[in-house]
């Protein structure tokens, strides 16, 4: 659950910079994550991909927040086991 402080925070990004820099800022922080997962496959090292996991996260919270989605929890999580069931049918299916 995002905190009243956070949420604070949020807001006043958001209003500084506005709706299309912060989504702007999601994809970008979205691009450095999968290259620090590429740098994790060469070198092994967890400090790059900590760094944008977090860096991630937070503009996923802020997004969640900003365009009134935070509240949709449960939806979320239904979302995501739907997405992992259907990972894990697939998974199955190529092993055949």
């Known amino acids: 659950m995002i905190k009243t402080k956070e949420i604070e925070l949020y807001n ?11 989504i702007c800022m999601l994809m970008e922080e979205c691009g ?18 900590i760094q ?6 937070i503009m996923i919270d802020q997004m969640k927040s900003q365009l009134k989605i935070g509240k949709d ?3 979320i999580k239904q979302k995501q086991h739907e997405k992992l069931e259907r990972y894990i049918k697939r998974g199955k299916q190529n092993d055949k």
Do not use: H
Request: net charge negative.
């Open 12 to 22: 006043q990004v958001w209003n500084t910079f506005g709706e299309t820099a912060q």
């Open 73 to 75: 929890v449960e939806l």
């Open 52 to 57: 944008e996991i977090a860096d991630v996260e």
């Open 32 to 49: 450095e994550l999968i290259q620090a997962s590429n740098k994790y496959l060469r070198y092994k090292n967890l400090n790059y991909i």
